[in-house]
């Protein structure tokens, strides 16, 4: 075997490597400038929801659908760089509610099983106890399952127009009981107005 003397400058870097230092620096600390100058740029990344504010979705790719809808209560925010047309989420305290609306939509039951999928898969969660939910107030008809998890409970609940436009209301709490008032759907389908096909 041979033998390999390395020498050090007084960065106790090898000598001749400084510029490999250099870009391997500025990779690391390039993204982070970027990112934190465009979060500057941006603004606040949380936007707050004022109590009794029409908030307004329409549905994507096809714009055949719009829900206007007003969130229950005070104390609401939003990820506000991440506004999106068609689905937004909204905190409180603890309780996690996401709002979508879907056009051309055939089959209310069914849009509630695909939408369910992605969340129990995701979160370790499971779905049960489908039913009938009819909201009196907005006129809006569809169905409503419970969402369970280890220290989690909540609701999906999708309703329609019945010419093919969709809300979808997903609301989710620390808890045991999906019949708790926190995750109750009526305070919200009774404020959606549900326009569209």
Same mark, same amino acid.
């Given at each position: 075997m041979g033998e390999v003397t390395i020498s050090l400058n007084r960065l106790g870097l090898e000598r001749g490597r400084m510029w490999q230092a250099v870009v391997a620096a500025l990779a690391i600390a390039l993204p982070i400038g970027?990112?934190?100058?465009l979060?500057?740029?941006?603004?606040?990344?949380?936007?707050?929801i004022g109590a009794g504010e029409t908030l307004y979705l329409q549905s &994507?790719?096809?714009?055949g659908a719009s829900l206007a809808f007003e969130l229950p209560g005070e104390g609401w925010t939003s990820p506000g760089i991440h506004?999106?047309?068609?689905r937004q989420n909204f905190t409180r305290d603890h309780l996690t509610a996401s709002v979508e609306v879907d056009s051309g939509v055939d089959s209310l039951r069914r849009l509630l099983e695909?939408?369910?999928?992605?969340?129990?898969a995701q979160n370790g969660y499971t779905y049960n106890n489908l039913?009938? &939910?009819?909201?009196e107030t907005s006129g809006l008809a569809g169905y409503r399952a419970d969402i369970l998890g280890i220290d989690t409970a909540g609701s999906i609940t999708i309703v329609g127009n019945d010419k093919g436009a969709a809300a979808i209301l997903v609301l989710l709490a620390p808890g045991e009981d999906p019949e708790a008032d926190e995750v109750d759907p009526a305070p919200y389908t009774a404020a959606f107005e549900l326009e569209g096909a």
């Open positions: 970027v990112w934190i100058g979060e500057r740029a941006l603004g606040d990344s949380v936007q707050n &994507y790719p096809v714009a506004f999106a047309e068609q695909r939408r369910a999928e992605p969340i129990v039913r009938e &939910y009819t909201d």
